[in-house]
């Protein structure tokens, strides 16, 4: 399996859509701002209460999760990592003044934080084959645990979307799949979240 190449497809796609759209939810390749908020709101159940936290945003983008943590007055450490650099780059001009907040595009400049989360990342597999898809992110699971010192949080779409508007440049997971994968390999503690209004799914692995 070839990761690289497919990191340099993904890199492609997702710099033309900010090169399109700009830094807005249709510069990450998502519907709305509002569906945008609902899925940090989702991943970021990772956290058990208000205490002050790292964070590792694994495919950041533009730092959009890092605007909503501000807005909801949450104490934190940000580190975001994207493989785009046209997204690193709005990301770095955008949040240039806020210094608990970084931008980098290697993820071995990344650390060991609290959390991470991946949002959307696994989504667009492009022309790739699904188990090549498949075995790409679980290969990026095993970095997110990694990376990870209580826990992480990722997000697919769900296979139980309507068939006819199911598209095939984009991986839909089996949700059950995914909690059994993450339950068997990183930890007791791993919930499933199936019940938001958005065809996908949010799996949390705790590790305390």
Known sequence: MNYDQIREQVRRYYGEKIHAHGATARGVDWNSAASQRMRFA?????????APFSLNDYGCGYGALADYLIEEGCSFTYWGFDISEEMIATARQLHETTKQIRFVTKEDELTLADYSVASGIFNVKLKNAVAE???????????????????FAFNLLTKYSDQEFMRPDLYYGDPLFFFDYCKSKFSRFVSLIHDYPLYEFTILVRKD
């Open 42 to 50: 989702e991943l970021l159940r990772i956290r058990p209460n208000s």
């Open 133 to 151: 898809w498949e075995d790409y992110v679980l290969n990026t699971l095993e970095s997110l645990n990694r990376l990870s010192a209580r826990g």
